[in-house]
């Protein structure tokens, strides 16, 4: 199983930006999916975006698309979320994840998690 670790959360101002990053250890993270995932307490943990083994194609929830992008780099075991536009909704902690496929789809199950990272937004 991958191990995890993501970092570059912090405080910002709405309509700011910020540049997660996810630091994947293991021989697997090039060969499967990845995924941002976000969690408020007391909800529970949604979507954010998804990208494919080799970077080929990403997916997002409608409530980023066209503020975030999601990118990986499989040279140096790495993925990032850059968050623009950001808003206080967006106020959540982050989660990176690995699929156990090598492309996503809905129903794509994640089976190793990072301890997340926390984002939050003022207005």
């Known amino acids: 199983q991958a191990q995890l670790v993501e970092s570059g959360g912090g405080l910002v101002q709405a309509g700011g930006s910020v540049k997660l990053s996810c630091a994947a250890s293991?021989?697997?993270?090039?060969?499967?999916?990845m995924g941002w995932f976000r969690q408020v307490p007391g909800k529970e943990r949604e979507f954010v975006a998804a990208?494919?083994?080799?970077?080929?194609?990403?997916y997002y929830a409608d409530s980023v698309k066209g503020r975030f992008t999601i990118s990986r780099d499989n040279a140096k075991n790495m993925m990032y979320l850059q968050m623009n536009n950001l808003k206080p909704e967006d106020t959540a902690t982050y989660y990176c994840?690995?699929?156990?496929?090598?492309?996503?789809?809905?129903?794509?199950?994640?089976?190793?998690w990072g301890q997340g990272t926390q984002v939050t937004v003022s207005s």
């Open positions: 990208i494919n083994w080799n970077g080929g194609s990403a």
């Open positions: 293991g021989r697997t993270f090039s060969s499967v999916a």
């Open positions: 994840a690995a699929s156990r496929g090598r492309t996503y789809s809905k129903g794509s199950r994640f089976g190793s």
